[in-house]
């Protein structure tokens, strides 16, 4: 494939930007303040500019390639919407293959898998599927899911966010254990209904696991450590140990019916919560962190639900945009 251009490492930082602004502006789901900051950086920089209209000429010489070569890299088994995300996601593999730029660097990034993902769902989406063996999938707010299937395994790979994972007996004639796998460690499904989350690097990254039916084993990491989850219980791994071995929180669920039920929560972790199903930024002013909310919260409006916090609780809300708000103490 010919080149347009020849990418020096100097400018390779640059047009992995570029093109993973491409990527998200391909998405359809770019929210305003993500608009306003892809045209601060456009602007903040000459080569920014020259970086993107380079992404931007390969686009559209890449949209005129054959589509039989995307079908070689479609996995088999995809739904048509898969597949069809796919098509698209391909257009900017084989520029980044054109461009000689960091492919590995840009195929490395969260956003980069997130969008990539065979299913996903975006900010305050919901969205439910049933596999090929029967096994049924439900994602909540914000998450993104690969679905590996091969003759040894039939491997779930939990990329960002939380999945309800309803199994189904294997089709195949050697039957092949269903794992779902996390950045933390797997869990083994041994005949069940179970929930797992992933919760974002930081401080504490961790992955919460919340067994209904059945039972699942969890391992941590590569540490070779296990854990077995029956029926009502629940935990916590990360790639070292495990902890947090309770009861099975049911109302965990409750976003399945559009719900966020909250049972004397502090409103710093009500809002933490809150926040997975809006854009942008919720702040919560630590003089108000430890107020006790408790209730049930239709999810469909956000907003409605920070109006209700202002009237029940000694609490203001503030917004510098629609996507900055700040819940801090009444003056």
């Not at 009500?270 to 999810?299: M, Q, T």
């Amino acid at each position: 494939m010919s080149r347009a251009w020849a990418a020096t490492p100097q400018d390779s930082r640059i047009e992995t930007q570029a093109l993973q602004w491409q990527v998200a502006l391909w998405s359809g789901e770019v929210q305003e303040h993500e608009l306003q900051a892809f045209r601060d950086w456009l602007q903040a920089d000459p080569e920014h500019q020259a970086a993107w209209e380079r992404v931007e000429r390969f686009g559209r010489q890449m949209q005129a390639a054959p589509q039989d070569v995307a079908a070689h890299v479609l996995r088999a088994g995809l739904s048509p919407q898969a597949v069809q995300r796919r098509r698209s996601i391909l257009r900017g593999l084989l520029l980044v293959a054109g461009g000689g730029l960091t492919a590995y660097g840009v195929g490395r990034t969260p956003h980069w898998a997130h969008w990539n993902a065979d299913y996903r769902t975006g900010r305050g989406q919901r969205a439910e599927w049933t596999l090929p063996d029967g096994t049924q999938l439900a994602l909540n707010t914000d998450s993104a899911l690969d679905v590996q299937y091969d003759l040894a395994e039939r491997r779930l790979v939990l990329l960002a966010g939380e999945v309800l994972v309803s199994t189904s007996p294997d089709t195949q004639s050697r039957s092949r254990p269903l794992v779902v796998h996390t950045a933390q460690g797997t869990v083994q499904a041994l005949g069940t209904r179970f929930l797992v989350r992933q919760y974002p690097d930081g401080a504490l990254p961790r992955v919460s696991v919340q067994v209904y039916d059945g039972a699942v084993q969890l391992q941590a990491g590569h540490s070779g450590r296990r854990l077995r989850l029956d029926a009502g219980q629940q935990a916590f791994f990360n790639q070292i140990e495990f902890g947090g071995l309770a009861a099975a929180d049911v109302q965990a669920l409750a976003w399945q019916r559009g719900l966020l039920v909250a049972e004397r929560w502090r409103l710093a972790d009500f809002l933490r919560e809150l926040a997975r199903y809006r854009s942008g930024v919720l702040r919560c002013d630590p003089a108000v962190a430890d107020l006790i909310v408790s209730g049930v919260y239709p999810l469909r409006d956000t907003d409605a639900i920070l109006q209700s916090l202002a009237q029940a609780l000694p609490v203001r809300i503030s917004r510098v945009t629609p996507y900055w708000v700040t819940v801090s103490a009444q003056p």
